[in-house]
Nanobody, 125 residues
């Protein structure tokens, strides 16, 4: 069984930066794709960024590209999300996801079989 553990969530002022981490443990992942999703209160879970661990291919939600950067550290067996120029609308619980179903888009949350518990990011104006 694969376990994903997020960390790095915090409360920051608008314009600040945070780096989230997702530690992978347990069994090996079956799919190269991993992703970050977020969910704000009363809203649906939405994609943030995804990465293929083997090829390095990346995808970003259109509105976030340029401010957020996803990366994978093979040695540490972890994935991270660097977030810059944070805005109050970035406030959400951020989730790490893995084991994507083949043929589904990286940005489809229903395509992932394994999820972390989430980490809270709060951005104040």
């Amino acid at each position: 069984q694969v376990r994903l553990t997020e960390s790095g969530g915090d409360s920051v002022q608008a314009g600040g930066s945070l780096k989230l981490s997702c530690q992978i443990s347990g069994d090996s992942l079956r799919s190269c794709w991993m992703a970050w999703f977020r969910q704000a209160p009363g809203k649906e879970r939405e994609p943030v960024a995804g990465i293929c661990r083997s090829s390095g291919s990346r995808g970003y939600a259109g509105s976030l590209q340029g401010r957020f950067t996803i990366s994978h550290d093979k040695a540490q067996n972890s994935m991270s999300l660097e977030m810059n120029r944070l805005k109050p609308e970035d406030t959400a619980v951020y989730y790490c996801a893995a084991d994507k179903i083949d043929g589904r888009g990286w940005d489809e949350y229903r395509a992932y079989n394994t999820w972390g518990q989430g980490t809270q990011v709060t951005v104040s104006s």
